[in-house]
């Protein structure tokens, strides 16, 4: 009988950190990753999640509690993001069909590097990110991935807020009936976001369990559905070529101040759609889809909690979660497309201001829009949060002095970026170049590269050598995607917006 690894004999804590050697694990049954339950250590993440009478714990000295149903919910909310509201731009710069190739391609590929992950995970033992990166590297690949996951999280928070602060004070100018915006207080979205911010999104984000939110979640996706059927059936409202009449609606709107009337230069000739585009707009849109689909930082504490945890199963949830954001990204990109076509811009609902600003049902979307990002904003700052803890604190006993503090440090930091930035589509096209093909390709690779033993996979078989091949594949996008980028920046063409 095949001797079990030495890396099976742990004890784990949700947030990463685990004790080697301390207590002999049985050798678990084929494809059952339960194993016998040390006691109980008081140590940061105690409570996490709770262990039920009577039954043996799973892979940790914790029971989940969070459904199937559930899982999906919190993870489709952690890839689906305001990155939605860009990909009729993306599809835009792109054409239909490779749109369709480019995001078919980054969903399977996001697929395929949680598996690695789930795979590396089952090997150790170990359901944090920034763990497997320290037993891959040690200290420096444990830095890099929390490195990483802050980066990424961080932009895509601010992202977030971002959308409340631009859409906001339209919504509140739209209910009061306003054709100018005012100085009001209410009207600023600076304001505006800060007051989100401590109100709603961080009484959330100071809960302990993720799972918690997992009926915020799928709140938050019902609003984005409503989304998609708006886009959908405004596609059949909006004529192409604009009527005359959208001219003195846009030209009399504050909100389209600055920017010609669609009429004057939206002929007949633009309402015919484009299958194959290049140029130089098309190398955002590669960051744009990557980031669409980073969920990687959230998949282990999803995986810590679930009931009844086994690889097979967490997966059927991260490609049923894929599934589902890969119908309504393409969706919401085809018809929102359709409807605007060249003339979409970065950010979708700004182009249907342009149209009419007073428009009942694009009220509503704002309104679903918002709370959609408010509510995704916490699920996005848990694994944040643990990154700094294992950065900062990897051996400390919880405290809900530092898990507060840490919380509204966070915050804070985001807000100021939002308030200060002012153009975000640049900080979001190196965020997404860089991190974002590091969490989804390049780690996972380069960790299941390291972690899975030779005894069990050599060096030379196909599945390390596919893994290498992803972790090329992620690195070649980078680099291929920040050097357009700069030559974006450098050329000046750079169109301002921001999207997640």
């Keep these: 009988m095949e001797a079990p690894l030495r890396t099976e004999m742990l004890e784990l804590v949700p947030n990463g950190k685990h004790s080697e050697g301390l207590h002999p694990a049985g050798t678990p049954a084929a494809g059952n990753e339960r194993v016998p339950g040390p006691r109980r250590s008081h140590v940061e993440g105690e409570g996490f999640l709770q262990q039920s009478p009577g ?58 590097s949680i598996h690695l992950l789930l795979k590396s995970s089952g090997v150790v033992g170990i359901r944090a990110y920034e763990q497997l990166g320290y037993r891959a590297f040690g200290t420096p690949g444990k830095l890099a991935a929390a490195l990483a996951i802050t980066l990424q999280n ?19 100018q739209t209910f009061l009936n306003l054709e100018e915006k005012t100085s009001d207080w209410y009207m600023n979205g600076n304001y505006l976001v800060i007051l989100v911010s401590v109100t709603i999104i961080l009484p959330l984000a100071l809960m302990r369990q993720l799972g918690y939110l997992g009926y915020s979640s799928g709140f938050s996706l019902t609003c984005m559905v409503f989304f998609l059927v708006a886009v959908i059936y405004k596609k059949f409202q909006v004529p192409c070529p604009l009527l005359s009449n959208s001219a003195n609606i846009t030209s009399n709107s504050s909100l ?70 890969y119908v309504m990204y393409f969706l919401a990109a085809l018809f929102g497309y359709l409807t605007f076509y060249d003339r979409v811009e970065s950010e979708l609902l700004h182009t249907y201001s342009q149209v009419d600003p007073f428009d009942v049902l694009i009220l509503c979307v704002r309104v679903a829009v918002l709370t959609a990002v408010t509510l995704t904003v916490p699920i996005v700052l848990f694994p944040v949060r643990r990154a700094i803890q294992q950065m900062l604190f990897p051996n400390r006993e919880f405290s809900w002095l530092r898990h507060v503090v840490i919380a509204v440090g966070l915050l804070t930091c985001i807000n100021l970026l939002v308030i200060f930035a002012p153009n975000i589509l640049g900080i979001f096209g190196i965020i997404g170049a860089t991190s974002a093909p590091c969490l989804i390709f390049i780690f996972p690779a380069i960790f299941y590269f390291r972690i899975v033993p030779t005894e069990k996979e050599p060096a030379k078989s196909t599945p390390k050598i596919l893994a290498l091949c992803f972790a090329v594949l992620g690195f070649s996008l980078m680099t291929m995607s920040l050097s357009f980028i700069i030559i974006d920046w450098v050329s000046g063409t750079s169109r301002q917006g921001g999207s997640h």
């Design 55 to 112: 039954k043996e714990p799973h892979f940790t000295d914790f029971e989940g509690k969070t459904s199937f149903g559930m899982s999906v919910f919190n993870l489709s909310n952690a890839i689906m993001g305001s990155g939605i509201l860009g990909l009729a731009f993306a599809m835009a710069n792109t054409g239909i069909v490779l749109f369709l190739f480019l995001l078919t391609a980054v969903a399977l590929l996001s697929s395929y």
């Design 154 to 172: 961080i932009g895509a928070m601010s992202s977030y807020l971002y959308i409340i602060k631009s859409e906001l004070p339209l919504v509140i």
């Design 256 to 325: 389209g101040e600055g920017t010609p009337p669609l009429v004057e230069t939206f002929s007949s000739d633009s309402c015919t759609p484009n299958y194959f585009t290049l140029n130089i707009q098309t190398a955002y849109t590669i960051p744009i889809m990557a980031f669409a689909f980073v969920c990687h930082p959230e998949v282990l504490p999803i995986y810590t909690e679930l009931k009844d945890p086994s690889k097979r199963k967490m997966q059927h949830i991260s490609n049923l979660s894929i599934a589902v954001m």
